[in-house]
Nanobody
Framework: QVQLVESGGGLVQAGGSLRLSCVVS????????MGWYRQAPGKQREFVAS????????STNYADSVKGRFTISRDNHRVYLQMNSLKPEDTAVYYC????????????WGQGTQVTVSS
């Protein structure tokens, strides 16, 4: 089983920055998409950003709400989310995701890290 452990969340004022990190351990299911999702209180979990790995990997994708403010990156065993110009509406629990891109399309989640942006 793949294990994902997030860190880097916290409390920050609007306009500030945070960098989330996710350590990935376990078997390699490449090609995969590693990404970040978030869930605010009373709302559904939503996609934030992803980056592919393996094959012709390295392509990124962002939710419209974070384009130009957030940047996703990775190295061999970590995926990062640099969050700049944070807004109160970015407040949520952020989850790391590891999704196999070919059958059987295994999917794994971290435990989440809280990000709170004060106005």
């Amino acid at each position: 089983q793949v294990q994902l452990v997030e860190s880097g969340g916290g409390l920050v004022q609007a306009g500030g920055s945070l960098r989330l990190s996710c350590v990935v351990s376990g078997p390699d299911f490449s090609p995969v998409a590693m990404g970040w999702y978030r869930q605010a209180p009373g709302k559904q979990r939503e996609f934030v950003a992803s980056i592919t790995s393996g094959g012709s990997g390295g392509s990124t994708n962002y939710a419209d709400s974070v384009k130009g403010r957030f940047t996703i990156s990775r190295d061999n065993h970590r995926v990062y989310l640099q969050m700049n110009s944070l807004k109160p509406e970015d407040t949520a629990v952020y989850y790391c995701n590891y999704a196999q891109l070919v059958p059987p399309r295994s999917n794994f989640w971290g435990q989440g890290t809280q990000v709170t942006v004060s106005s």
